[in-house]
T-cell receptor, first 114, second 113 residues
Framework: GAVVSQHPSRVICKSGTSVKIECRSLDFQATTMFWYRQFPKQSLMLMATSNEGSKATYEQGVEKDKFLINHASLTLSTLTVTSAHPEDSSFYIC??????????FGSGTRLTVV | QQQVKQSPQSLIVQKGGISIINCAYE??????FPWYQQFPGKGPALLIA?????SEKKEGRFTISFNKSAKQFSLHIMDSQPGDSATYFCAASMKTSYDKVIFGPGTSLSVIP
């Protein structure tokens, strides 16, 4: 089946630094990738949609200069949280379409900003 | 704007019982309704999905019932097991939006022995 690999699974960074999260489709070409954010005991909130080779489309209220998304190839999308602050601490999840499963999620990244 | 509503927020069911989670949507353009299961610290996994041209879909112990006129759909978990304890999200999407999926708020299910 379709597999989406997300790394790292956990990251702790200092306030003011930047963190990059990778999302890879392992056995299919992902035409579209999505980035979600999830706070404890809450639902997934879509942050942005990215298509290979084009600029990401951000949801209302998401700062595009804060959350940089790059979808350079059909198998890789990255989310960079720039100048991270404690309020950016959250669970970030990517997903991709294009595989036989239709819509596949990564395993998530727990970001803690200290 | 919450486009997908879900209830209950939490649910406790005894082993062997039936777990029922209900969802409602507003946008009639939605044409794909998946359910996801999420364990703590993990990404969601697709459990079962339905399109609006059918009223029911069953896969093993999991059944989706769909009422297009009422814009409601529900998940039934038969013979619930402790291993089913997780958070369940209903969702909706439409092909015209690059398959963007809108999630409901989630239901925390606990199956007790």
């Amino acid at each position: 089946g379709a597999v989406v690999s997300q790394h790292p699974s956990r990251v702790i960074c200092k306030s003011g630094t930047s963190v990059k999260i990778e999302c890879r489709s392992l056995d299919f070409q992902a035409t579209t990738m999505f980035w979600y954010r999830q706070f404890p005991k809450q639902s997934l909130m879509l942050m942005a949609t990215s298509n290979e080779g084009s600029k990401a489309t951000y949801e209302q209220g998401v700062e595009k200069d804060k959350f940089l998304i790059n979808h350079a190839s059909l198998t890789l999308s990255t989310l960079t949280v720039t100048s991270a602050h404690p309020e950016d601490s959250s669970f970030y999840i990517c997903s991709a379409t294009g595989g036989r499963g239709g819509y596949t999620f990564g395993s998530g990244t727990r970001l803690t900003v200290v | 704007q919450q486009q997908v509503k879900q209830s209950p927020q939490s649910l406790i069911v005894q082993k062997g019982g039936i777990s029922i989670i209900n969802c409602a949507y507003e946008n009639t353009a939605f044409d794909y309704f998946p359910w996801y299961q999420q364990f703590p610290g993990k990404g969601p996994a697709l459990l079962i999905a339905i399109r609006p041209d059918v009223s029911e879909k069953k896969e093993g112990r999991f059944t989706i019932s769909f009422n297009k006129s009422a814009k409601q759909f529900s998940l039934h978990i038969m013979d619930s097991q402790p291993g089913d304890s997780a958070t369940y999200f209903c969702a909706a999407s439409m092909k015209t939006s690059y398959d963007k999926v809108i999630f409901g708020p989630g239901t925390s299910l606990s199956v007790i022995p």
